[in-house]
């Protein structure tokens, strides 16, 4: 194997493209967010991608202590929306790396 592969096939060079690649995509992840609502804009969560709850508002109509199963229902739904996108994101951001490097992408 030839390190100075000029082809680029140099694994070598490869490994530390891929690493690069995702320190960079792991360094935006905390400031990279994604926002959801459920209840009609009742429950607001923002989400990072590195999956943390970063804020959740309430709307004052949707507190209601006689209904708390509600409440809890519109939070879970928000939450699980927003981790659900973020899942998404970090495919797609996985995809684009892998297509800048030319690296093949086996369909699930």
Do not use: F, H, W, Y
């Amino acid at each position: 194997m030839d390190i100075n592969d000029p082809n680029g096939s140099n694994p070598i060079k490869l490994a530390q493209s891929i690493k690069d690649n995702m320190l960079q995509m792991m360094n935006e992840a905390g400031s990279k967010t994604i926002t959801v609502s459920s209840g009609g804009g009742m429950v607001t969560v923002v989400v990072n991608l590195k999956s943390q709850i970063v804020s959740l508002s309430l709307e004052r109509e949707v507190v209601n202590p006689d209904d708390i199963e509600m409440l809890t229902d519109l939070i879970v739904a928000a939450v699980n929306q927003g981790l659900e996108q973020v899942q998404q994101e970090i495919s797609q951001r996985m995809g684009q790396i892998a297509l800048k490097l030319n690296i093949p992408i086996n369909p699930e």
